[in-house]
């Protein structure tokens, strides 16, 4: 589902009310791409909506798509901000960068690797990010 940061809820009820099942729900996260709120407040949401679809539905959440704009300054920190936030809930089950490898492909500004095919500092984030407790 689109935009970890909005309350999914009311779909995952219709979604179950109608007969679906779930064994664990995947979510997309881009925390730079809002008009109007900043990056902390969208990993914050996005923190706080995994916690509350997992708790309610019982399952684990993964969100199975994040992105970063690959020429900003802070979004290794971006990154990095919500990965450490994410291990450490129980209740997340892992973050998936989506198209690491892209660099400014038709327009898709959020790759993770430079002209020359080499990881910018972006991808540091899943190797500086703390573990588990």
Request: aromatic share 12%; net charge neutral.
């Amino acid at each position: 589902m689109d935009n970890a940061w909005d309350d999914l809820t009311w779909w995952f009820k219709q979604f179950k009310e109608a007969g679906g099942k779930l064994d664990m729900i995947g979510l997309s996260h881009y925390p730079q791409t809002h008009s109007t709120k900043l990056w902390q407040e969208m990993n914050l949401l996005a923190l706080k909506h995994i916690s509350q679809l997992a708790k309610t539905f019982q399952v684990k959440v993964m969100i199975t798509e994040i992105g970063v704009k690959q020429n900003d300054s802070a979004s290794a920190q971006v990154l990095a901000d919500f990965i450490n936030k994410a291990r450490d809930m129980e209740s997340c089950a892992g973050v998936w960068y989506w198209e690491p490898e892209c660099y400014e492909w038709n327009g898709y500004d959020m790759g993770a690797f430079d002209k020359n095919g080499k990881p910018t500092a972006i991808m540091n984030a899943f190797q500086s990010s703390t573990k588990r407790k």
